[in-house]
C-alpha cells in the first residue's frame, strides 16, 4: 500500500502572498491605475512546499508521470530485472524485504517472472507502474517509502497490522515533535498525521529520547505522550491529536486505540 503521508510531509502548508501597497498617494495615479488598485484582491492559487529530504524526492518521482517505459515491459522478466531498470533509470533504490517475504513462506521473490508485464505507457506515474507490477506477483506484493529507498513486500505486510510493528531506531536530542515525527515516517514508511491546527504549540513541543527497536505505533504513542497528544489509528495511519478530539473520534468509531504490546514478529520456524 502506498501511501503518501505527513506520503511524505506530515502536512500541507499553505503558501500565504504578500501585497504591498503603492507608496504614491492615490490621488496622483492615473484614473485606470486608481480603479485597478480599488478592485478588490484575487485570490492566489496555493502554493504546496516542495518535498523535504531524500524521502520527499522519492515520493515526489513516484508521483510524477514517466517517459521510461512508454515502449512497455515484456512478460516474463524477472523483477529484479525490472526493478534494476526502473532504478537505475529513476535514481532510485529499490530493496526487497527477504524477511518478510520468508514470513509468507516465499523466498527468491527477486527471480519471479511477471507473467504479464505492461503495455506501452504514457503519461502515467511511476508509483502507478510499480505497483502495477508488484500486483502481478505471487504473493501480491507491495512497496512502501522508506528513508533513502524503496521497500518491496508482500501485499499483507501493508496494512495497518504489520506496519505498527515496524521496527524504529533513534535518537532525539530536544528535537521539536514534528520533526521526531517526520522521522518516525521516513525511516518505516508509516503514514503519520499530526494535527497541527489543534495541537498548537504542543506540535513544537522539544523532544528527548533514545529509540532501540521499537515498534513505530509505540513509538508514536509515547512521543505524542510526552507532548501532552495522543496517538490514534485511523485506517492504516497514526494521528497525533489532543486528548479530547482522540476520545471524539474514537467513540465516533472513526480512530480506535494503537494496540498494546506490538512487536516485530519473528519468522515462523522452519519457513
Do not use: W
Not at 521510461?68 to 533509470?89: A, E, T
Amino acid at each position: 500500500m502506498f501511501v503518501y503521508t505527513f506520503r511524505g510531509s506530515l502536512l500541507l502548508a499553505l503558501a500565504g502572498v504578500l501585497v504591498l501597497s503603492s507608496d504614491v498617494p492615490l490621488r496622483s495615479q492615473p484614473a485606470s491605475v486608481a480603479q485597478e488598485e480599488k478592485a478588490p484582491d484575487r485570490p492566489e492559487k496555493p502554493v504546496l512546499p516542495e518535498p523535504v529530504g531524500e524521502t520527499g524526492r522519492i515520493r515526489k518521482l513516484l508521483s510524477q508521470n514517466t517517459d521510461k517505459v512508454r515502449q512497455g515491459i515484456d512478460p516474463g522478466q524477472s523483477l529484479k530485472d525490472v526493478l534494476d531498470f526502473l532504478g537505475r533509470s529513476h535514481g532510485l533504490t529499490f530493496r526487497v524485504d527477504h524477511a518478510a517475504f520468508k514470513m509468507v513462506g516465499q523466498e527468491n521473490i527477486e527471480e519471479k517472472q511477471l507473467p504479464i508485464g505492461l503495455p506501452q505507457q504514457q503519461g502515467i506515474p511511476l508509483g502507478t507502474i510499480v505497483r502495477d507490477l508488484l500486483l502481478q506477483l505471487e504473493p501480491q506484493s507491495a512497496f512502501m517509502v522508506r528513508k533513502g529507498y524503496i521497500a518491496i513486500l508482500p501485499l499483507s505486510h501493508a496494512t495497518a497490522e504489520f506496519t505498527m510493528r515496524e521496527p524504529v531506531g533513534a535518537d532525539f536530542d530536544k528535537l521539536p515533535l514534528h520533526d521526531a515525527l517526520r522521522e518516525l515516517m521516513d525511516h518505516t514508511g508509516t503514514s503519520i498525521i499530526l494535527d497541527a491546527r489543534r495541537a498548537g504549540e504542543k506540535a513544537k513541543t522539544p523532544l528527548t529520547a533514545t529509540l532501540h527497536h521499537i515498534p513505530v505505533g509505540t513509538a508514536a504513542k509515547l512521543l505524542a505522550n510526552m507532548a501532552e497528544l495522543k496517538a490514534v489509528m485511523v485506517d492504516n495511519a497514526i494521528f497525533v491529536t489532543t486528548e479530547e478530539n482522540a476520545k471524539k473520534l474514537e467513540e465516533e468509531g472513526s480512530a480506535s486505540p494503537i494496540p498494546q504490546g506490538l512487536a516485530p514478529t519473528a519468522p515462523p520456524a522452519g519457513a
